[in-house]
DNA sequence: TGTAATCGAGACGAGATAGA
DNA sequence: TCTATCTCGTCTCGATTACA
């Protein structure tokens, strides 16, 4: 066990009167940390998640926890007679635990806040030059897509469940300050964890061999970093400690934030059972290929797709690209659901409801993609390089519709009312489509 | 223009090995 | 014997290149 949170500077609040709002910050905990304590300063919940909160006031009237607070109360529904301990990080923060009226510890009500527009962009790409890097983010997709029947059929990992698609997302939506990569805890990796190359470029890891990982409740564990002969770097030694220490399970996802050029790396920790159960209620949701190669517009762009884009059909999303202008790739798992390789062809429906005949082939390592005719329906909806489309397989896989999202429209709707203008971007699309042809 | 082959990089499961 | 650590082979994909 590492450094303890009663080692580092803290106060305790009891929730009391008006504290939805702000919170007062003891003057005396204030004095002692002058000039260590930052006006943007940011909580992290024992959950993982973080929140940025606003610190106001001045030495007469006290400080206080303003803009922002209030969302951390809202998500953790936090209650008359809580009991909040603030651990400071010595940096930008705090640590929260929070204890309810029963003296337990409270869990978070809901995920941290998702912004859109910055999802997805802080995952660190180290060079945007290699496409090894996204590759691996690239598989971390198919690794979690989603098949109508509700499970996962990726060969090699066949018993994964639904719930790690929901985890994950909840990871992928959280904001972090530093880079991070994101990593799904299994049984099978409890005495070890890979870390990505990128990561281990971007910081020199190479000559490291040992790192601080701070859990969310503050404790700090010192882990061995390993090189393996075949030049994968990992967590080694120690790794088994914090996966016990902290009660990993298989599925659970830990977002590594490398703070203090990598020295520090802070672990926020999202539990796949509670996750899901946040998301029982939250239908399919879609598979995106390859996001690590878009530009940030065209996240953001996927991003509020994902966010309103809901289907009780199994689907995929991709950016249109000159590269795919021949052909478009079908995930694997979904080829197999759908038996595309047995179909030899299949029915394409556009937004205007037109249909288009497409051959499916099957190429020598496998790969199944849509190929004669893609080119035909590609220039027929007038798709563009970043464009974005949604493949909905429908009557059982015998046909799929394709949702198109014009890069353009698409961005003269950033930031007012997403959702409602994104749920609503089909009928317009249909619309200006129906007058251009 | 359309298709196929090849390459590179990393994730992962399974099994081997080392050590307590 | 059990657990931790390490290695290997398989699988996956997009990009690139070659060829018809």
Known sequence: ???????????????????????????????RLRGKLRSKSVLRSARGGIWHVAMRGSDRDGWFFQRGWEAFVADHAVAV????????????????????????????????????????????PANPNRPSTAT??????????????GTFQATR????????????????????????????????RRSYMTIPMALVRE???TGKQLVILRDPVGSSWPVRIASWRSGRMVFATGWSDFYKGNCLEDGDVCVFEFVQNASLIHVHIFRAKEVAAEMDQKPGECLLLDKKRMSDDDKRNVVQITSSFKSGHSNFIACWRKSRSHFMTVPSYLAREHKLKMKKQTILHDPCGKSWQVKIRERADGRVVLATG???????????????????????????????????????????????EINDQKQTLNCSLTLLS
Not at 136 to 149: D, N, P, V
Not at 157 to 172: C, D, F, Q, Y
Request: hydrophobic share 35%; net charge positive; glycine share 8%.
């Open 374 to 420: 893609w080119h035909e329906f590609s220039k027929g909806n007038h798709l563009k390089e970043g464009d974005t489309c949604v493949f909905e397989f429908i009557r059982g896989g015998n046909a799929i519709q394709v949702h198109i999202y014009r890069k353009d429209e698409s961005n003269t709707t950033a930031g007012n009312g997403l959702k409602e």
């Open 136 to 149: 691996a983010e690239r598989r971390k997709q198919f690794i979690f897509g989603k098949t109508s029947s």
């Open 203 to 205: 910081f020199g890891l």
């Open 81 to 124: 007679g809580d009991f909040l301990v603030f651990v400071f990080d010595g940096d930008i923060g705090f640590d929260v635990k929070i204890y309810g009226k029963n003296g337990c510890e409270k869990e978070a009500v809901v995920s941290p806040k998702k912004d859109p527009s910055e999802t997805l962009v802080q995952c660190l």
């Open 1 to 31: 066990m590492g450094k303890a949170f009663r080692d580092r500077a803290s106060f305790f609040k009891v929730m009391m009167g008006d504290f939805k709002t702000s919170l007062r910050i003891p003057t005396p905990f204030k004095k």
């Open 157 to 188: 990992r066949p018993s994964i469940k639904v719930e790690r698609e929901s985890v994950l997302e909840a990871a992928s939506s959280t904001k972090f300050i530093y880079p991070h990569f994101i990593a799904t805890c299994r049984k099978s």
